[in-house]
């Protein structure tokens, strides 16, 4: 008998690799994603791509982790533990790219969440030029879905005239699905477009007051913890929405900027925040 079994195993519990970078203030990057993935019912674990200084204004300075180093804590998790799904985050530099399209380049049965972090929420910027190549080159062809947000989606994709013209091209690069974010788009109501389903479904939300430390981070781990719990990539992504959506409602001013969302919004014990299908405020989905 395996040393680890008992006369009652527990279930299996799903895992995702989140690769990301670290976020002293705990809004944003590896925090959040443990924080969304754990809220997914699913198990975390970690491939520290680089250390930041940031707060919930901005970010100052980051350094970039060995790209060897990041590999080998990929690879030490996907050679132990049964990986349901990974989320990619923040890569500083086109080595990083590279050493991850590596790890991913073994696993290739797994599905990947990639979110292009290029600049923070504070707008400092997390990425060059070079970096946002090296994404579209060596990571869109492995992802199964890419979640920019309107200034990335134009980045990404600098010729488009307009969301649907960019939501197409991206999606010719490679990826399954691509979700086009629009929470730093004006307006009174938040569009988030996903292409790869024909037609595009429409997610409509009431926009919140206030900016958000962290909700890229957060829609795309718990899309990939519902991946990894055996959703399908669509409905991962509405319940995921839903999921996001709540956690800005109830999000903090914990420090002197942007608001931090409350990923662990259903531990409330006062009964006022559980999670519900229709939470306050829910999107309209086309």
């Given amino acids: 008998m395996d040393s680890r079994q008992t006369l009652n195993d527990p279930p299996d519990v ?3 690799l989140a690769i990301a970078g670290h976020d002293p203030s705990g809004g944003a990057g590896i925090h959040a ?19 930041t200084v940031q707060d919930t204004v901005d970010v100052r300075r980051f350094v970039a982790s060995d790209p060897q180093l990041v590999m080998d804590q990929a690879l030490a998790v996907l050679e132990d533990m ?7 985050g923040m890569l500083g530099n086109v080595a990083l790219v590279e050493a991850v399209a590596t790890v991913l380049a073994r696993y290739p049965e797994i599905p990947v969440v990639l979110d292009p972090v290029l600049v923070a929420g504070g707008g400092g910027p997390l990425a060059d030029a070079a970096v946002a190549a090296a994404i579209v080159e060596h990571l869109f062809p492995r992802a199964t879905i890419v979640t920019p947000n ?6 990404l994709a600098p010729e488009a005239r307009d969301l649907q013209e960019r939501g197409a091209m991206l999606s010719a690069l490679g990826a399954e699905y691509v979700l086009l974010k ?3 788009e004006p307006g009174e109501k938040v569009e988030n477009w996903l292409f790869g389903v024909e037609p595009p479904r429409r997610f409509v939300y009431e926009r919140l007051a206030g900016k958000f430390h962290g909700s890229g981070c957060t829609l795309s781990s718990a899309i990939a913890g519902l991946i ?6 669509v409905n991962a992504v509405h319940e995921a929405l839903e999921y996001t959506h709540q956690t800005l409602m109830y999000a903090a001013a914990i420090g ?8 662990l919004f259903w531990a409330d014990d006062d009964g006022v925040t ?7 405020g829910s999107s309209r989905v086309h």
Avoid: C, N, W, Y
């Fill in 14 to 16: 799903p895992v995702v």
């Fill in 82 to 88: 049964p990986v349901g799904a990974i989320k990619i």
């Fill in 274 to 280: 559980e999670m519900s299908d229709e939470p306050p």
């Fill in 256 to 263: 002197r900027g942007q608001l931090v969302p409350h990923r």
């Fill in 150 to 155: 309107a200034h990335e989606g134009r980045v």
């Fill in 182 to 184: 629009g929470g730093d």
């Fill in 228 to 233: 990894a719990q055996g959703s399908d990539p």
């Fill in 33 to 51: 994603d443990i924080e969304a993935i754990v809220s997914q019912g699913v198990h975390p674990a970690t491939a520290i791509t680089a250390l």
